[in-house]
């Protein structure tokens, strides 16, 4: 399994009139995490798309626990549980380390897409050789 985190503070922005997290800011959060995570593997968002592809979001999920505060420090926890053939999903738990309490945990799906074509592709080799280190070689999904 591959797991790394990420530490963000609440913005005054990030709230709503109910001085919560405003809900969509979680899938921003995610995604942070999953950016965090991949420049710690070497392979940036903007590494991927120099090598011809896109990563395009084809599902998400997520489940609200408890909301996050204005200035609240909060840990976002990002884990692939398996290699990918084809699919790659992210699953997020969000913490505030204030608290001590699980804010929200959610999923995303992800696929490869050749930016030249337009067509779906499995993860490139490039992509795979750096998660391996991670997995065994039965774990692929």
Request: proline share 4%.
């Amino acid at each position: 399994m591959l797991k790394h985190t990420t530490r963000i503070r609440v913005r005054y922005a990030d709230t709503d009139q109910m001085n919560f997290v405003y809900n969509g800011k979680y899938f921003e959060y995610f995604e942070v995490g999953r950016t965090e995570m991949m420049r710690y593997l070497n392979l940036p968002y903007k590494m991927i798309e120099e090598e011809g592809f896109q990563m395009p979001v084809i599902e998400a999920h997520i489940n609200f626990k408890n909301p996050a505060f204005y200035d609240e420090e909060l840990e976002i926890e990002t884990k692939v549980d398996s290699l990918p053939e084809l699919k790659v999903i992210t699953n997020y738990t969000i913490k505030s380390i204030d608290r001590d309490v699980t804010i929200c945990e959610g999923y995303i799906v992800l696929l490869f897409r050749n930016k030249l074509t337009g067509r779906i592709s499995r993860p490139p080799d490039f992509f795979i050789n750096s998660l391996k280190k991670f997995f065994n070689e039965d774990e692929a999904q």
